[in-house]
């Protein structure tokens, strides 16, 4: 059974800094092309970064410069580190693989940014 879960989340002002981790189990990780997606209220859930299991990375335009994904496949686990978060950052944030698995989303986690 598969199993990813984020945290991580909170509150922060615009400007701050926060870092998400999801731990996998019951998946071979280092396979696996992973992904940190997002969700606002009112809106679909989008893909903002994206990480093969060599370490080469994509990002959302929206993210770029300010978002960094990373690795770790001795511990399962994928980050995102979020720097100079905006308002619009503000969203449920979920990790998953790249293309996205129906069955594998878990809870996710909460950002909010005030400004």
């Known amino acids: 059974q598969v199993q990813l879960v984020e945290s991580g989340g909170g509150l922060v002002q615009a400007g701050g800094s926060l870092r998400l981790s999801c731990a996998a189990s019951?998946?071979?990780?280092?396979?696996?092309?992973m992904g940190w997606y997002r969700q606002a209220p009112g809106q679909q859930r989008e893909l903002v970064a994206s990480?093969?299991?060599?370490?080469?990375?994509n990002y959302a335009d929206s993210v770029k410069d300010r978002f960094t994904i990373s690795r770790d496949n001795a511990k399962n686990t994928v980050y995102l580190q979020m720097n100079d978060l905006k308002p619009d950052d503000t969203a449920i944030y979920y990790c998953?693989?790249?293309?996205?698995?129906?069955?594998?989303w878990g809870q996710g986690t909460q950002v909010t940014v005030s400004s």
């Open positions: 019951g998946i071979i990780f280092s396979f696996n092309v």
């Open positions: 998953n693989l790249d293309p996205a698995r129906r069955n594998f």
């Open positions: 990480i093969s299991s060599g370490g080469r990375t």
